[in-house]
């Protein structure tokens, strides 16, 4: 066989390795044009080498060079083998594509320079005076590079030299030895062919592998290749410094941080051979003006193998919120191998002790001569501790999937310890990421937080060598905010009543009842105050001392209204013992009221009440939402307090919209119309519409003018307003609002509607007049009724006001020809019923003040009572000041189907019935708490046990009343028992509630009216609980007459 020559072997076999390294590195197959070609005999046939079980160096019969170099290089010669492929047909040797192949290491290469591993030479630059474009030109490089392939063109003239050495690139994605350089002096001449042959390289230091064995090893890594897949992590040759950068979104809550979280975090870093030096400055914000900083620096080190790395950092962390500062540092280490890691951090707070964040009064008492004040610090205690969590990488074709699962646990001094699970999933798609956390613990439960995150890995040039999935220039992992522990501090502070040499100011109202408090408590949000609801009293703790039962207590006016000037806020409560003061609190101010005083700034009776007053003068520069808290507080030593609250509106400065909206049934136009005075709308549902076009819903009024109008219909969009939305009627004007044609699809749309001074007509209809929402029972959905009259189609014919709302108020309201009155209110206050046929007030929490005149005559089917409770279970519910006229045929108080009912009051009030076979009835299985004072019932009062075999009746206090007979079928009923106490009744029969101490016989009384006389044997020795009768005169503080009336 003749043999081939390249004339120059040492140049021709240097060049080689260079082509077939350099294809390698690129990771694209060999092609005709750019490959090696079978080298032709001077004879012009073809002849290829055979391809040897050990591939043989490649010699020459001429070595024209040879003399040019040291012997000894001979010995550090690469090989170059051609494995051809037969083809069988033709037989003879047929050369065949093949794929780059890595070559596997055994030990580590030459370095440094081309003679030997010293440094003491270093390489120079290759340069090419020959610039045709068949030449490969390689760069050189004195740092440690990879080994790789380099392919040549196909012609090339053949006395190009080049001096230098060449420095063979690596294909970044396959896994390849560190560094080689490889001494070239001339290229060689390459023969022009169409056909190509693969070549495997042998250098010192690689071992020998065959074309099969290395595709197949190839294949098997290239599918766990991406593009940025589990490749080896490559230094560069020289330092790198560069900044990447991220912003993200984490939503939901997570462990120690009740809000959701944007980021934006910068990192630079500085590559160094086999370390990375790096700094981390993460900034943040959260809901609720929480926002702070992470401040890092760290090192990684990649490890020998180039298959992972491990390294530490430290770091200053700031977090502020609730207008408090809190510092921490922090320590990581982290590590990673193939596509797994592990990481731990550590965080230790600088702040010492407890951070208060704002005092809140709670309650208060009166012990003595002093009043007991009770407050609650809130405190903010920042807490140690550490998480670690381990880790997989799975790489796909263009994205990575990442999973994770690890613990945390953090404890601090007077706290209970923080210990729970996460686990987290990420995707890392191009410069997205996308995660999901998921943790638990048995403080904040199990919560899932989502993030997005997008990264700039362009700022500055990332070594490509360093972008695999296992990059040692990812960013950090570790918690944003600082863990901090929220916890209170009971306070109670012993104020005297009454300094030395002083004598108390008499709690007496004012003669008369003329409106004036005898001394104003005046109270206003404080400047911490900025427009929105900002404490919850839901959250007072309560006494553990205090937990049998609680005062009944209401305010007297509707929540949500305007405050445009000095407002008066009364609260009407009563417990057994009496009350000790109520505490009004507002937006970070409070007020102690100790005495309750009269009320008649409203139409019809007076009534008593602790009350504060609204000091428009002392009101922020700004308007919005606030809450009034009271807490009423029991004389008695084992009852609870109560808490209550009421939402308002401060628009003392003008800024909250109060648009308005004109109609005229007979003169305006929902086609031309505007809502303008001048230029009136013609219907209710026109008015509405424009409004909520215009968004001025939100505290509007649509004012009436004389006329018949439907309530509305066909209003498509809902409104959720705050402020009440009003239909009013103009000054001078008596609109009246039908029920003809009213639907269950018809209503306003909106949250809380008002309708004042508009008469309610539902005389052409036998159905309840529905004032409707359409919203349907939504928390916090209201319905006031004020100053207006309903009027029904009789008695004895079913129909009442009926709605969707979740809440109605009555006040200074009349019901009359309808079968019932006021239904389903929250509060009723000067109510007026004229004739209905069944019950005057039917599930109504606080009745305040009103009249019955003619009620259960027009229809034998009815069972009518003038106050009727059938629910599974009742608490705080008040009767105060209702009278009741001689056409009465009703029971007075009506209780049944409750299975537990709690602090329930019946004040002031007359029960009068035509029928004597008709009685008050109270049926409950548990009733803890019933008060009953000055009250008259012309008719009988019976506690019955409703068929239940166990009922129990506790903590009754039954004061001043008068009753035609009373009797109980529950055991052990008497006075004294159960904390029962029935003190100075009087029964006009005999009694038949035996161990009550009731006084019996024929009282002094006019029997029509039922007014005592004076001085007859209805006077009481017992100290006055009450400050007016039922007629809003006064009761003296001694001597007062019993029942409800005084002479």
Known sequence: MARSTYGTPRWGRIVGIGAVIATLATGLPLRAADSWHAHTSSSGSESVRPFPTTPQPVTSDSDTHSDSQPEDRETRKPSLAFPPKVDVDSGSAKPELAKPMPLAPIRRPLAGTAESDSEETPLAPATNSNPDPAFATVSANSGPESVGVVTLGASQPSDAETDGVVTLQPDRKLRRPPPLAVESTT????????????????????????IDSAVQQQQQYNSWTSPRGLGPIVPPSNRIRGVQGRAGYFGFDTFGRDSSLSDLEI???????????????????????????????????????????????????????????????????????????IRGNGYLPLNQGDQELGTQLLTSRVDGDNLVIYSSTSLMRPMSGFDWEVGLSIPFEEWILRGYAGSYHFFADDSESINGLKARAEVDWGHLNLSTTVTHD??????????????????????????????????????????????????????????????????????????????????????????????????????PERVNYKPIAHYAIVPFQDVTGDFIVPVVAFSKGGIASVTFH????????????????????????????????????????????????????????????????????????TAESYVDANNGSDTTGDGSAANPFATITQARESLGASGEVEGGTIILRNGEYDYATGITSDVLNERWLTIKAEDGHDPVINARGETGSRGLRALRVKIDGVDLDASVTDEDFLIRSNLGQMPDSSLWLHNLAYTGRGAGVSGRVSSGFENIYYTDFSATEAKDGAVLGRLARNVTIGVIGSDAFT????????????????????????????????ENKLLYGVTTGDQVSAQGVFLRGIDEARDIAVVNSVFKTQSPALSSQIMVKELSHLLMYGNTFDQSLHLRDDGHSQVLHEHFDIVGNVFLRTSSEITGQ??????????????????????????????????????????????????????????????????????????
């Open 586 to 657: 507002v937006e970070g101010s409070e007020a102690v009221v100790n005495a309750p005083q009269i009320v008649d700034a409203y139409a019809g009776n007076p009534f008593e009440a602790y009350v504060v007053k609204l000091d428009a003068s002392e009101f922020p520069e700004h308007d919005g939402a606030f809450e009034v808290f009271a807490t009423v507080q029991p004389n008695d030593p084992s009852a609870q307090a109560r808490v209550i609250s009421l939402q308002l509106f401060s628009n003392i400065n003008g800024t909250l919209p």
């Open 267 to 341: 990192m630079p870093y500085v590559v160094d051979g086999e370390n990375v030096y790096y700094g981390d400055m993460r900034f943040f914000v959260a809901e609720g003006d929480r926002m702070g900083t992470n401040v890092g620096l760290g090192l990684r080190h990649i490890n020998d193998s180039q298959t992972g790395w491990m390294g530490g950092s430290v770091w200053f962390d700031y977090d502020r919120f609730y207008e408090q500062s809190f510092y921490q540092l922090g320590l990581g280490l982290e590590a990673t191998l193939d596509q797994f890691e």
């Open 974 to 1047: 008497g006075d004294g028992v159960n904390g029962n106490r029935w003190v100075d009744n009087y029964t006009i029969e005999t009694d038949f509630l035996s161990e009550t101490g009731i006084q019996s016989g024929t009282p002094d009384w006019d029997p029509g009216t039922l007014i005592p006389t004076s001085g007859g044997n209805l006077t009481s020795e017992l100290e006055s609980l009450l400050l007016l009768d039922t007629s809003g005169n006064l009761r003296p503080s001694t001597g007062s007459v019993l029942g409800a009336f005084q002479p």
């Open 442 to 543: 048995d403080t904040y439960g199990t919560d899932v937080m989502v993030g997005v995150g997008v990264e700039w890995p362009q700022l500055a040039d990332r070594p490509e060598g360093l972008n695999s999935a296992m990059s040692p220039l990812r960013f950090a992992r570790r918690n944003h905010n600082i863990i901090v522990d929220r916890d209170y501090r009971i306070n109670e502070t012993v104020v005297p009543l009454n300094q030395p040499g002083q004598t108390p100011e008499p709690s007496v109202p004012a003669p008369g009842g003329s409106g004036d408090l005898i001394t104003d408590a005046l109270i206003a949000p404080s400047d911490m105050w900025d427009g929105t609801l900002e404490w919850d009293g839901r959250d007072v703790p309560e006494d």
């Open 843 to 874: 599930a109504t929490d606080a009745v305040i003040g009103g009249h019955v005149a003619d009620t259960g005559n027009a229809n034998i089917e009815y069972h009518p009572d003038i106050w009727q409770w059938w629910f599974p279970d009742i």
């Open 187 to 210: 290229l060689p001449e390459l023969p022009a062919s169409d056909s190509s042959l693969p070549a495997i390289i042998m250098l010192d230091g690689y071992e020998e592998m065959d």
